[in-house]
């Protein structure tokens, strides 16, 4: 079942990155893991991300962002993989494949709430660092209810946790990837 991120919480979060962490949409790639209908992907593009790669293994959902892609006509600066999360990263091509040298990445993480996959995925991309630098960041949004400590740990592995919000539900975790995390 895909949960799309609320208008509050998505506005809240383009708000906090563009303030708070000065993001120029302009000179980013963006990343939708667990993308579902790809609203935070879309919303990036929309501000002017040059591109944006999309994973979503599930094929309804898929699809659906696929039209909105051309719907939207920004198609042309995006990428569908229908795959597996943790096997794509598991490659650790994702962020070298169709990297532009003057671009960092920024890469948003809504996975299933209640499954530990945050932690997971926190884990893995600190284990490979998959091609993520220094200007680059993960956003994770996840349920505020459950125990956050899991995600927060990922300072020791690389990942240095920058700001978190709360609203209602769902929490936002800010993340920079430290020297270790390459």
């Keep these: 079942m895909v949960r799309p991120t609320t208008d509050r919480v998505k506005e809240s979060l383009f708000q906090i990155l563009e303030t708070s962490f000065g993001v120029d949409w302009r000179k980013r790639q963006v990343v939708d893991l667990f993308a579902g209908s790809g609203t935070l992907g879309m919303e990036a593009l929309s501000r ?10 599930e094929r309804q959902p898929a699809q659906a962002l696929k039209e909105n892609l051309n719907r939207c006509e920004v198609a042309s600066r995006a990428r569908l993989i229908r795959k597996d999360v943790f096997r794509v990263l598991k490659t650790g091509s994702l962020f070298r494949s169709g990297q532009k040298v003057d671009l960092s990445w920024l890469v948003f993480a809504d996975p299933p709430y209640g499954r530990g996959l945050s932690s997971r995925l926190l884990q893995m ?9 220094e200007d680059d960041m993960v956003v994770v949004e996840e349920s ?3 125990d956050l400590a899991a995600a927060f740990h990922g300072a020791a592995l690389g990942l240095e946790l920058k700001d978190r919000r709360v609203y209602g539900d769902t929490a936002i975790l800010f993340y920079a990837i430290g020297p270790s995390a390459k």
């Design 48 to 57: 002017g991300a040059r591109s944006a790669i999309f994973v979503e293994r």
């Design 125 to 133: 991309i600190s284990e490979t660092g998959g091609g993520l630098g």
């Design 144 to 146: 505020s209810k459950e």
